[in-house]
């Protein structure tokens, strides 16, 4: 393998064009090889924008393809257990976007294709690799605020993808709250054993046909003692709001902000700031940091920090949390024990 691991990227939507910038100027150890997208015209258009001579409109072309050493899987939701088998099954490392899949079924089907062809497969939960949550992680990890009792996270989007993307995502619970359900495991070193949703339609009456939500609450206690709850919203008039707070057995963090910039204007009708508009501004470094520790991964051999093990945990708190919401009642779950019922 050279210095630079040789990436492909599937899929060249909202976030795949995004991963295919950021590998071609932005990522180091690892450089774009090849772009795919079954769009007719998306993949050429990319690769001429990119500079990159590699384009396909079959995925096939590239997770065959020796000259490719990882794949990027950016497609939708629903295309993932299928991407990750082949790609497993061709040897190609992957850095799959979340959810892992959309369920559990296919989920235990590609942890077994990855753990018998020993590729490398790591999850796209960002948050981990956000500087802000990371120091959070770091403060927590080194007892800043004792023993964490709660967490309180919010996913607020500005508004709703369309109803084509809602319909292959698994809904608000497993395509958005996921995202919070994994950085709680993460910054309370515990495991989730009752998941209780709830969920309404407050704005988007399109979503009735999607069979989803726009506005989420998820209650979880962990195995640790500790508690939270989770809100997720496709309703912020005023930008994207991520934000959390860990509060501990003496002390409390708060990770996020509003502010697009370090700018305030001062006026004599008051002072203003750029609020953060979407999740590509908000979690640039983010996005690159995650790649960058993929490819040191690939390169060393090593378990990256966020693995499809994870991604299936996290899917199963989101599927609970969904037939909670569904059912009105809490689900538990036994942590490490696949416990989600009906499995
Ligand atoms: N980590 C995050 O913050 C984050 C943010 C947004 C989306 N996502 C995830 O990224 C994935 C893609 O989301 P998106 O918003 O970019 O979707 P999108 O609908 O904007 O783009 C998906 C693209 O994949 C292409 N595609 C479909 N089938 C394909 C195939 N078999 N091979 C190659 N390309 C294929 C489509 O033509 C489309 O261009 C989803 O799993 C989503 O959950 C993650």
Request: with cysteine.
């Amino acid at each position: 393998m050279t210095d630079q691991i040789r990436c492909a990227v599937l899929g060249l939507g909202r976030l795949g064009f995004f991963h295919a910038k950021h590998l071609v100027s932005e990522v180091r150890g690892a450089e774009l090889a090849a772009v795919c997208d079954p769009m007719k015209g998306k993949a050429e258009a990319c690769a001429k924008e990119l500079g990159i001579a590699k384009w396909t409109e079959n995925p096939n072309d590239l997770l065959e393809d020796e000259a490719i050493d990882a794949v990027i899987i950016v497609t939708p939701t629903s295309t993932h257990a299928e991407m990750i088998t082949k790609a497993a099954e061709n040897g190609k490392h992957i850095f799959v976007e979340k959810p892992l899949t959309l369920s559990l079924e296919e989920s235990k089907e590609v942890m077994k294709k990855i753990e018998e062809t020993g590729v490398i497969c790591q999850v796209g939960f960002m948050r981990r690799f956000d500087p802000a949550y990371a120091d959070a992680k770091r403060r927590i990890d080194a007892g800043e605020i004792g023993n964490p009792i709660y967490y309180k996270g919010f996913t607020r989007d500005q508004g709703a993808p369309p109803a084509e993307f809602i319909k292959h995502s698994g809904g608000l619970f497993i395509d958005c709250s996921i995202h919070d359900y994994d950085i709680a495991r993460y910054l309370m070193n515990a495991e989730v054993t009752s998941v209780s949703g709830h969920g309404r339609i407050l704005k988007h009456p399109f979503m009735e046909e999607c069979g989803d939500v726009d506005q989420a609450l998820t209650y979880l206690e962990f195995d640790s003692g500790a508690a939270g709850d989770v809100e997720a919203s496709r309703n912020s008039p005023y930008g994207h709001d991520i934000r959390a707070e860990i509060i501990g057995t003496t002390g409390s963090i708060l990770v996020g902000t509003l502010r697009k910039s370090h700018v305030t204007v001062l006026t004599q009708s008051g002072s203003s700031y750029e609020i953060i508009p979407d999740f590509q501004a908000r979690f640039k470094d983010a996005y690159r940091l995650e790649l960058e520790h993929f490819a040191e991964c690939v390169k060393k051999g090593e378990t990256p920090i966020v693995t499809d093990v994870d991604a299936a945990i996290n899917l199963e708190i989101g599927i609970a949390a969904t037939e909670s919401f569904k059912t009105g009642r809490a689900v538990k779950l036994t942590p490490g024990a696949s416990s989600y019922a009906g499995l």
